[in-house]
């Protein structure tokens, strides 16, 4: 089925461990992003991608690193996890100016 | 920060009941889109109404926008337990594509 792939679906991390998650889409689309909710506050913005080999930041980009090399894939990188980065983390895609497609989240736990 | 703001926070209605929520945000927008969320799942686009749109309709769904007021509704009809989920809203402002979403409005719709 056509849509927004994310790998894991669960993790948990201790302290200070790394983690790369990936998002795939086969869409097509241009631009890719990355949020993440957390209860009560909506979905906040983490970096995003309006092409192959770009990214920018969003509203909360400290303690994560993403790459798009390939239009399909963006990954995200979290290089020293903390606490605080117990989240819900959602990747979309789309065109320019067009609904966004999401995944189903990867759900990131650390202790 | 958050660009749009639901109210009310939360919703409980009967089956067959109409249900309203209104987002406002705060700055000029190139387009307002609702998004559903089921329980543990990713965000699906409802509906996108455009700046120079001032109503737009799908199925049960019914959006207006006024941007004078800086002010969207979402009114579902007819409602169905199937419609419990939250709603957000998001807004497309700016020249680079990136949405910002409230913190939702939590809709139940009781048996």
């Not at chain 1, 990936?22 to 993440?36: F, G, K, S, T, V």
């Not at chain 2, 703001?5 to 705060?26: F, R």
Request: one cysteine or more; a positive charge; hydrophobic letters at 30%.
């Amino acid at each position: 089925n056509a849509g927004v792939t994310q790998t894991p679906k669960f993790r948990v991390l201790k302290t200070g461990q790394s983690m790369t998650l990936l998002c795939a889409q086969d869409m097509n689309h241009e631009y890719m992003y990355w949020y993440r909710q957390d209860p009560g506050m909506g979905l906040r913005l983490i970096h995003y991608s309006v092409g192959e080999g770009t990214t920018a930041k969003g509203e909360v980009p400290d303690g994560y690193n993403v790459s798009r090399l390939k239009k399909q894939n963006f990954l995200l990188g979290l290089e020293s996890a903390a606490p605080s980065q117990t989240s819900v983390y959602f990747c979309a895609s789309s065109y320019p100016r067009a609904p966004y497609t999401f995944g189903s989240g990867t759900r990131l736990t650390v202790v | 920060s958050q660009q749009g703001e639901e109210d009310p926070q939360a919703l409980s209605i009967q089956e067959g009941e109409n249900a309203t929520m209104n987002c406002s945000y705060k700055t000029s927008i190139n387009n307002l889109q609702w998004y559903r969320q089921n329980s543990g799942r990713g965000l699906v686009h409802l509906i996108l109404i455009r700046s120079n749109e001032r109503e737009k309709h799908s199925g049960r769904l019914r959006v207006t926008l006024d941007t004078s007021k800086k002010s969207s509704s979402l009114l579902i009809t007819a409602s169905r337990a199937a419609d419990t989920a939250s709603y957000f809203c998001a807004t497309d402002a700016g020249n680079d594509y990136k949405l910002s979403f409230g913190a939702g409005t939590t809709v139940t719709v009781r048996a």
